[in-house]
């Protein structure tokens, strides 16, 4: 049974994607007399980033150190595989491999390495050709790589709907509710007034968990003024058809372009079976748009007339341009997975899922490149959470309990 609307709650959390479940589950668990309620506009979980992700576990080694990514990887992994045990969450520590196939790569594969040691990553190994061949045989552009034992997958929407029944199994005063679209926060002076298109709530501390609508909602959550904006990228990803999937065994990652966050197009074992193969990155013209064609008037407006866009699209245009092109061309795409295994074929891969990706974009073009929190009377606000935040979400769930606490 639902609440009156003269019930007041002590806590709203807007969206129920993997961090706003995650948050949930973290601040029942801290103080189980909390009234909570989180909200969700689609009618499931896993309809945007949690269910569009690559599915992977990873390891930390990437982030700079010190960074709230490095520091939320590296905990959170730790909590995400001990949940999973406890709760019988589909996982596979099946370690993966970075490669280097050219030797331009040496350096920066050396960088990630140090980085790897520094982030205390654990087992993580310099390799070589031969012993790259011997993990992934089909992989025989090697020269050099970083075997991680530490990285796997798991079933992430499992493992959302499983923090959401867990966070209201103890108390009769926690609810999770789909199909509420918030369309308007007001904001009284001990409480807010959450508003959806189909109900009203009240709660004293508003939790914003949106992902790709992160930095609307934070303008309606009482964060007048933000220094980025949340610009989507589309990831397309194909599949090896069955009879090419023994080609790999585990997951293959190349080295990565340093100027962007995003890791390269890889090849990752799925948690329900096959190999997917992505994803790629480029400008989307609608924040939850699926396909290569899809687009959104508001959307599109509201990245082009924003500054930072075009601000990147000037530093990296031919990067774009390149992904474009990889994008609506099976024939490209196919080229930069034979990059690491040679010996794939045009008729081993057919066109997949797509994601979209919520990546904060600073007015100068920047990407920027760490999770990012922001506090404000009465809000929490998490604009930027992107790769590894699913991985982190318990680490960053506990980030945002702490704030919650020294504000209460």
């Avoid at 298109?197 to 909602?217: E, H, P, V, Y």
Wanted: charged content about 25%; overall charge positive; proline content about 3%.
């Amino acid at each position: 049974m639902s609440q009156s609307s003269d019930f007041t709650y002590d806590i709203a959390i807007v969206g129920g994607g993997i961090i706003g479940a995650a948050v949930f589950y973290e601040l029942q668990k801290r103080d189980d007399s909390l009234a909570i309620l989180l909200l969700e506009k689609e009618n499931e979980v896993g309809k945007h980033q949690t269910g569009r992700n690559s599915g992977v576990i990873h390891s930390g080694i990437y982030y700079k150190p010190g960074s709230l990514k490095a520091k939320n990887c590296r905990e959170g992994r730790r909590a995400l595989i001990n949940f999973a045990k406890e709760h019988n969450v589909a996982h596979d520590i099946c370690g993966k491999v970075i490669v280097a196939t050219k030797q331009q790569e040496l350096n920066t594969l050396k960088n990630i390495f140090e980085r790897g040691l520094e982030n205390k990553t654990p087992d993580i190994q310099e390799i070589n050709a031969e012993q790259i061949k011997e993990i992934e045989p089909f992989c025989t552009s090697s020269i050099s790589g970083i075997r991680v034992g530490a990285a796997g997958i798991i079933d992430y929407v499992a493992f959302n709907q499983k923090l959401l029944e867990l966070s209201v199994a103890k108390n009769s005063n926690n609810k999770y509710l789909f199909n509420q679209n918030v369309i308007q926060i007001e904001n009284r002076e001990h409480y807010a007034i959450v508003i959806t298109d189909s109900k009203k709530f009240k709660a004293k501390t508003i939790i914003n968990c949106t992902g790709l609508q992160a930095d609307r909602m934070a303008k309606k959550n009482n964060v007048n003024q933000l220094d980025c904006k949340i610009v989507p990228f589309r990831g397309d990803y194909y599949d090896l058809v069955d009879h090419a999937a023994h080609k790999v065994k585990h997951l293959i990652y190349p080295v990565p372009d340093t100027d962007f966050p995003f890791l390269g197009v890889h090849f990752t074992r799925m948690i329900g079976g096959g190999i997917e193969c992505g994803p790629n990155a480029v400008f989307s013209f609608k924040r939850e748009g699926y396909s290569k064609t899809s687009f959104s008037f508001k959307d599109s407006t509201d990245a082009l007339l924003y500054s930072g866009t075009w601000n990147l699209f000037a530093k990296h245009w031919k990067k774009g341009l390149e992904e474009y092109r990889r994008a609506f061309s099976k024939k490209r795409f196919l080229s930069t997975l034979q990059t690491l295994i040679p010996s794939l074929t045009m008729n081993e891969i057919t066109s997949a899922r797509s994601g979209v990706r919520a990546q904060a974009l600073g007015k100068d073009g920047s990407l920027v490149d760490d999770f990012k929190i922001e506090f404000s009377k009465g809000s929490i606000n998490v604009i930027n959470a992107p790769s590894p935040a699913a991985t982190a979400c318990l680490s960053i769930a506990g980030h945002v309990a702490d704030l919650y606490q020294k504000s209460s």
